[in-house]
């Protein structure tokens, strides 16, 4: 089963993986840098759910925040980059399994990326 | 433990001093998560809720952030060793996501404190279930499903590549299901409840199981991030040191797992779980949480 392709594919996914952990991460640490360099005196009431600001929870406003160098924006930018890697490898997935001529397995990622995007675009 | 949080609060404590508590603890969940394999978040959770005094949703959301670093980050280091089988591991996010899908969407639905007395009993199931050794001789005479599904393959041993096959896919399916609403709805990898479907239900190699699983888990916690986020669970101020600290704690402690004797580790830690878990339940049930 495990073919030249299925291993090149395994290397492949594995440093995309490790790319998109460590870009993610380098834009939270610098938005957590910035975020405690402006902000000043108490930490904010994390004992009561408020939720957040209408700007920092969808995708449009958050990348015009980091447009702006607001600190928590860029943070959740990080963020956003880090939930695009398991993303990313889904799409890559289906691209190998294409090159694979393996049907069955294109329909079984299309609907796990389905569900993904469900996730980030729909509102409930 | 119930004095102690008091000088984390507002105004006493600067929000740098907050900001670097919160990174070091993490960091430390991490390292334990990684050296026991339960995962960094079971251990941020209860500490960021019994210690710090977070509300639950935002150390929920906090968590789940951390979950999808740090399993992104060992699954980088996992897949080239070929342990990790991509066709099973993607056949079972589609249970893992649609259920990751409806945890988030009952997070909303359920009380905190439901919440709180799940995520007791979640912890002490992980802490049972890591105490347990697996020894479970992989079977190749595939099913007819596993054979049309493809979820077969193989994986080196010493004596040369072995062939194994899945055994049981519904069943498999459906735990992987509840492991995912378990994830959305408490924003933990519940990496317990995926070894329970694919070691014990559908029979795959140790080796196998773990790493695929670990796999997983960075896909099933990004389906229910995006309602997290939308729903403003994730505050920024807190999930970047969360975020930050586990990861470097986990990268850590699987470097140290290599070389240490974790046994010991392993039954301590499972007492402390306990033990959180009990305070989660109890937190819950007076209403504290």
Partial sequence: MSSQNDIK??????????????????????????YLIHAHGAVPDYRHFHGQPILLTNIGSILRGVGALDSRSIIEFGILLLIATPVARVIFCIAAFAVQRDWLYILVSSIVLAVLIYSLFFRT | MREFPRSLEGNLV??????????LTSLLAGLLGALTGLGGGVVIVPVLALLFHVDLRYAIGASLVSVIATSSGAAAAYVREGFSNVRIGIFLEVATTLGALLGAYLTAKISTHAVAVLFGAVLIYSAWSSLQLKHVEPTHHPSVLARKLKLIGDYPTRSGRKEYSAENVPAGFGIMFVAGTISGLLGIGSGAVKVLAMDRAMKLPFKVSTTTSNFMIGVTAAASAGVYLSRGYIAPGLAA???????????????????????????IFAVVIVALGLEMILSGFTGKL
């Fill in chain 1, 9 to 34: 594919m395994d290397i492949a996914i594995g440093n995309m993986l490790r790319i998109g952990v460590s870009v993610a991460a380098a834009v939270v640490l610098t938005g957590w840098i910035l």
């Fill in chain 2, 241 to 267: 040191p969360v975020m930050l600290g586990v990861l470097i704690g986990s990268l850590i402690g699987s470097r140290l797992l290599v070389k240490m004797q974790v046994r010991v580790l392993r039954m």
């Fill in chain 2, 14 to 23: 600067g929000l740098s001093t907050f900001a670097v508590l919160v990174w």
